[in-house]
């Protein structure tokens, strides 16, 4: 049957290409020229700049509405693409035209979870650009529309103590979620299995906050060669990249984490569900002949913990809808990645509708969006038009 009509379709994944005042205008200007701000360059293309150094651009981040065949990594100008891509107006006509109700938007200069500031020389302006770019997606972007848009934070990660206050800052100001590194360990932290981010979780289940770990956030996975890399085979790089959700998932339902903070909601951003059912079936079956002499709980199968605590995430996964009940229907969320190169915009609503044609109506309800109201505590407060 189709997705009814009445259903506010919910993306819990999607990215925005901030506008090129967000720091100059929200900085403190004793930062000088080290604040990022955009240059065009004798190249003819738009580049961040942030201490000095080119810290990125667009490329694939920035490609809906433009045809397969123009898809490329190389850079480009805030004048070639959609207006949506950074101004908050027209992303809502943006949504409206691919049929999505509500979004939560990934930062794009400083990559999925923050790393760009976290390599920072000088880390009192890297926790002044946080803290800009959250009052930014809070008071500007997101309170534009707020039945529209699911604030996501960023966290000064690499600070347990300031990450620990900016949590309760943004949440006083209305965050749903922040985004964080899925696999901790590959940028030179402390894994889960630690007590190290113990604080930070604290008073993350304090405030009622989702972890949104996009894949991707920690970099890629050791085991993409350069040559399978984004210069040199993008396709191999991004079809693997949602392992690291695998990764990151084994991480967590193996560590003491959700048994100390038994409140706590992951997101899977982006890392598909189609392997999920075997990873779980696996996990579980590991976990049992191997428990009694390992540093895990021993009552609780991993499973279990799945259910109560993550929340896979995808585009387009025949695999998982056909094996939804293998994972759980109420562990589902949908995302359309809008403006990156997995996007499907303008087409999002109608791909998704054909892709649960076999889904009963209570189960696509939930998939499309009721477990994202549940998961991000984002009720409605308007009908759907």
């Known amino acids: 049957m189709p997705l009814p009509d009445d259903a506010q379709l919910i993306s819990v994944d999607d990215h925005v290409i901030e506008h090129p005042r967000v720091w100059l205008d929200r900085v403190p200007a004793r930062f000088g020229d080290a604040i990022p701000h955009i240059e065009r360059l004798p190249d003819g293309n738009d580049w961040w700049i942030y201490e000095g150094q080119k810290a990125g651009n667009f490329a694939l981040n920035a490609v809906a509405g433009k045809p397969r065949e123009q898809f490329g990594v190389e850079p480009r100008t805030y004048?070639?693409?959609r207006p949506g891509c950074h101004d908050i107006a027209d992303r809502i006509r943006d949504m409206d035209i691919d049929g999505v109700w509500a979004q939560t938007c990934f930062p794009n200069m400083?990559?999925?979870?923050?790393?760009?500031?976290?390599?920072?020389r000088d880390k009192d302006l890297a926790r002044a650009c946080v803290k800009a770019y959250n009052d930014w997606i809070l008071d500007e972007w997101c309170a534009y529309a707020p039945d529209r848009q699911i604030p996501v934070a960023l966290l000064p990660y690499w600070d347990t103590?300031?990450?620990?206050?900016?949590?309760?800052?943004v949440a006083e100001k209305g965050a749903r979620t922040y985004t964080f590194l899925e696999l901790p360990h590959l940028r030179g932290f402390p894994s889960?299995?630690?007590?190290?981010?113990?604080?930070?979780?604290?008073?993350?289940?304090?405030t009622d906050l989702t972890v949104s770990v996009h894949f991707g956030s920690?970099?890629?996975?050791?085991?993409?060669?350069?040559?399978?890399?984004?210069?040199?085979n993008t396709v191999n790089e991004i079809t693997v990249m949602g392992l690291n959700s695998g990764f990151a998932m084994a991480q967590l339902l193996t560590s003491p984490l959700f048994h100390k903070f038994p409140r706590l909601r992951f997101a899977l951003s982006e890392g598909g569900i189609g392997w999920l059912p075997y990873l779980l079936e696996r996990i579980d079956y590991v976990w049992e002949r191997h428990r009694w002499y390992n540093n895990i709980n021993r009552e609780i199968p991993p499973s279990a913990?799945?259910?109560?605590?993550?929340?896979?995430?995808?585009?387009?996964?025949?695999a998982g809808?056909?094996?939804?009940?293998?994972?759980?229907?109420?562990?589902?969320?949908?995302?359309?990645?809008?403006?990156?190169s997995d996007s499907n915009w303008p087409h999002s609503r109608k791909q998704l509708a054909e892709a649960l044609a076999d889904v009963p109506d209570d189960e696509a309800r939930k998939i499309a969006e009721l477990n994202a109201r549940r998961v991000f505590n984002f009720p409605r407060t308007s009908a759907a038009r």
């Open 79 to 81: 004048d070639d693409m």
């Open 110 to 120: 400083a990559g999925f979870a923050g790393r760009v500031f976290e390599a920072a």
């Open 161 to 169: 103590e300031a990450a620990v206050r900016e949590i309760y800052r």
């Open 192 to 206: 889960y299995h630690t007590d190290h981010w113990d604080p930070l979780f604290a008073a993350t289940q304090e």
């Open 218 to 232: 920690s970099g890629k996975s050791d085991m993409i060669p350069p040559e399978g890399g984004l210069l040199g």
């Open 305 to 318: 913990l799945f259910a109560d605590h993550i929340f896979g995430c995808f585009i387009s996964d025949r």
């Open 321 to 340: 809808i056909v094996n939804r009940h293998l994972i759980g229907v109420d562990n589902i969320m949908f995302e359309s990645d809008y403006p990156h």
